[in-house]
């Protein structure tokens, strides 16, 4: 049996609270990452995706020009615009579950974390189709 611990990216970037919108933008940016697990003084309390950021800024008809929008984002924090309850899973779940759980919930990834709710990784979709190039490569 597949196991999500087998397939997950461990150690994923993570982002504090407290940090501003436009800082998450540009770690997301630099690490070319779409999702950041945000942590609460070290500890994992939720989560921000791109299309959470994209959702909280001010769309392209706003009569706001870009240093305003920018100042707006720079004072804004990623608590502003996170998911404090984001669905998770266990590292020792099926990746099946886990696959299901995705498909269910039209989700992009799962944080992963043990019983303690301490954050040890993260499932996206590019995961699970590595796993599943890797189980059906017949080479």
């Known amino acids: 049996m597949q196991t999500v611990e087998q397939w997950m990216t461990r150690n994923p970037y993570t982002i504090e609270v407290d940090a501003s919108i436009i800082e998450a933008m540009h770690l997301m940016k630099e690490k070319d990452i ?30 706001m020009d870009t240093w305003e929008v920018h100042y707006i984002l720079a004072k804004a924090t990623v608590k502003d615009a ?3 309850h984001p669905l998770t899973i266990t590292p020792d779940a099926p990746l099946s579950q886990a696959a299901q759980i ?23 979709n ?14």
């Open 126 to 139: 590019t995961n699970l189709l590595e796993a599943l190039i890797s189980m059906c490569d017949t080479k």
């Open 102 to 124: 995705m498909h269910d919930n039209k989700l992009n990834g799962l944080c992963v974390t043990d019983s303690n709710n301490k954050l040890v990784g993260l499932l996206t």
């Open 82 to 84: 996170m998911n404090p």
């Open 34 to 63: 779409r999702r950041l697990p945000v942590t609460c003084s070290g500890k994992f309390c939720g989560l921000i995706t791109d299309l959470m950021i994209r959702s909280f800024t001010p769309g392209q008809s706003t009569s």
